[in-house]
């Protein structure tokens, strides 16, 4: 799938079950290899993402860009912080 920056900066994600995520507020750049890598997201859902914390989506798990973005797939909840 091919997108151009325009097409993804400030756009709503959304889960497979079209529950709001956030909102891209960065793009993720692999310049070595020209492609997008990632979409990040400042500000979450805090239903999905331990205290709505910031979070990297991995461009692989986009399934459509329009008017909003779509995911295939995404965990029920992430938590963030220190691994055990």
Same mark, same amino acid.
């Given at each position: 799938m091919e997108a151009t920056l325009s097409q993804i900066a400030g756009k709503t994600i959304?889960?497979?079950q079209g529950i709001e995520i956030g909102t891209v507020s960065d793009v993720? =750049?692999?310049f070595d290899r020209s492609l997008i890598y990632g979409l990040y997201v400042d500000e979450t859902n805090g239903q999905l993402v331990e205290n709505?914390?910031?979070i990297? =989506?991995?461009y692989r798990l986009i399934k459509a860009i329009g008017d909003v973005i779509l995911l295939k797939g995404f965990p029920p909840f992430?938590?963030?912080g220190q691994p055990k």
């Open positions: 959304y889960n497979h993720i =750049i692999d709505a914390a910031p990297s =989506i991995p992430i938590r963030v």
